[in-house]
């Protein structure tokens, strides 16, 4: 029983490619598998950052509610120009310290 020599290399062939061909779809599906877990911890890792960063973005005083909020004082604005004489003059004591500031030379 002969064989020719080109049944000979495509039977060849074909025993090569049929334990190459699901050997690289294994490879690839493990591979594509991989970078999906790796891709879900990557969210898993970024949702519990932002759940933390949100955790410590939120002031140590709003833990609890709030059931009184203070009363804000009133401060009545007046014009510089209203003060008259008044807001011209400086107490001694500033004058001597912005002069002891305006006077400081660091060594």
Not at 83 to 93: M, T
């Amino acid at each position: 029983m002969g064989v020719s020599k080109q049944m000979t290399f495509t039977l060849a062939c074909v025993v090569v490619l049929a334990a190459l061909v699901p050997g690289v779809a294994g490879y690839l599906s493990a591979r594509l598998e991989a970078i999906e877990s790796a891709e879900r911890n990557l969210h898993a890792l970024e949702a519990r950052l932002h759940i933390r960063e949100a955790r410590e973005a939120r002031p140590a005083s709003m833990s609890s509610p709030c059931l009184r909020t203070p009363a804000t004082p009133r401060f009545q604005q007046v014009p510089a120009i209203a003060l008259g004489e008044r807001g011209k003059r400086v107490p001694a004591w500033l004058a001597g310290l912005i002069e002891e500031v305006a006077d400081f030379k660091p060594d």
